[in-house]
């Protein structure tokens, strides 16, 4: 009986403190939605330029777009949109390698670091799935990639110099960019390339 009566005694304080938890994070995420819901939310748009190398993988030159919100001047979130060309390059001479176009789709977080009106440091996180667009394209000594989506994962750190005034800015930022197609065979290749990302932003 004394077992069950100390069982109780810690089952009410885990509850007690889970709720002081939830009622926290309730109050925490309504402070974050209050600027939406007001409309004080600040729009800001991105074109991204990048030209990233392959390691044992096809090189990429990719064009991208993303459209969202800064919350604070430190914090912002978007989604975003682009066309990723594709550049095999097969060891095996009868195998026709071709260019091919995929299509990303992700989730944008970017955080500042420094005053937003001076050239500053940003990390940014592109994460999402990859779309292949060019039917039996993607040749190679693997096999023709699937129609599968695919993970599309892109962290970058860079530098913002701003450009006539604070909400205007080129990014330069080096780039890690993963994507995990699967090819005709089956099996499931990681792609991992390096290289540099030219942004503007406005």
């Known amino acids: 009986m004394k077992r069950l009566g100390i069982v109780v005694l810690l089952l009410a304080g885990f509850v007690v403190s889970a709720s002081a938890q939830f009622g926290l994070m309730a109050n925490k995420l309504e402070e974050m939605l209050k600027p939406a819901l007001s ?3 600040n729009y800001k748009g991105f074109v991204d330029v990048a030209y990233l190398a392959g390691l044992d993988s096809p090189d990429l030159l990719e064009i991208t777009t993303t459209q969202g919100f800064k919350y604070s001047s430190w914090c912002f979130m978007g989604a975003g949109a682009g066309v990723n060309l594709a550049f095999p390059q097969s060891q095996n001479a009868s195998v026709r390698s071709d260019v091919s176009v995929l299509l990303p789709l992700y989730a944008d977080f970017r955080f500042n ?3 937003p009106a001076k050239v500053g440091l940003f990390i940014d996180l592109k994460l999402g799935a990859v779309f292949l667009l060019s039917e039996g394209a993607y040749n190679t000594n693997l096999g023709y990639m699937g129609n599968d989506p695919s993970l599309y994962l892109k962290p970058s750190i860079g530098v913002k110099i701003p450009v006539n005034n604070a909400k205007q ?3 330069l930022s080096a780039s890690y960019q993963l994507m995990t197609p699967r ?3 089956g099996w499931l290749v990681n792609f991992n390339n ?3 990302t030219l942004a503007f932003e406005w």
Do not use: K, R, T, W
Request: zero cysteines; hydrophobic letters at 45%.
């Open 183 to 185: 090819f005709s065979n």
């Open 194 to 196: 390096l290289g540099a």
């Open 113 to 115: 670091i420094g005053n």
């Open 169 to 171: 800015a080129l990014n």
């Open 39 to 41: 409309g004080s939310f």
